[in-house]
């Protein structure tokens, strides 16, 4: 990657809970969260099958996801880890970073980006993890 492009790699916990797939089951557990004060960076929700979904859920503070989540009734696994990237975009950013990781043998089991304006781009990469220390060390972080 070409030194002018500032990029920044890091290590994050996320949680997640497993809710009906049904409409509302994903808002009613961001209200308890907004109503307990939580800041989420970032949140992704998928379905498991057609009765159930999974929200993963990336806090500013795990501590405070935590507690609130126990005061709410909301069962979280974790914490685990996953990686956050954000970076000036160029062209192939998404293809350079997936590489570094091919290269060290590390299968991602998902990957969500999206362009946030201004040729800037985030991204959250999850790995198996037991691979978590070789996707860092692909990656150039600890």
């Known amino acids: ?3 002018s492009f500032v ?3 890091e290590r994050i916990e996320y949680y997640y809970t497993v809710v009906p797939n049904k409409v509302g089951a994903g ?3 961001f209200n308890e969260l907004k ?3 939580i800041n989420l960076l970032a949140f992704n929700g998928f379905p498991l099958d057609a009765q159930r979904s999974q929200l993963d859920l990336v806090p500013s503070s795990g501590d405070a996801l935590v507690a609130a989540a126990q005061k709410a009734g909301i069962k979280l696994v974790g ?3 996953a990686f956050l990237i954000t970076e000036w975009e160029h062209l192939g950013a998404v293809a350079d970073i997936l590489g570094k990781l091919e290269q ?3 299968n991602v089991t998902a990957m969500q980006a999206i362009d946030t304006g201004d040729w800037h781009y985030g991204a959250i990469i999850w790995v198996k993890q ?3 220390d070789k996707a860092a060390k692909a990656l ?3």
Do not use: F, L, T
């Open 79 to 81: 914490p685990k880890v």
């Open 130 to 132: 037991p691979d978590i």
């Open 35 to 37: 109503g307990k004060g």
């Open 104 to 106: 060290a043998g590390v």
């Open 7 to 9: 990029q920044r790699i």
């Open 27 to 29: 808002a009613k557990v």
């Open 1 to 3: 990657m070409e030194s």
């Open 140 to 142: 150039g972080i600890s």
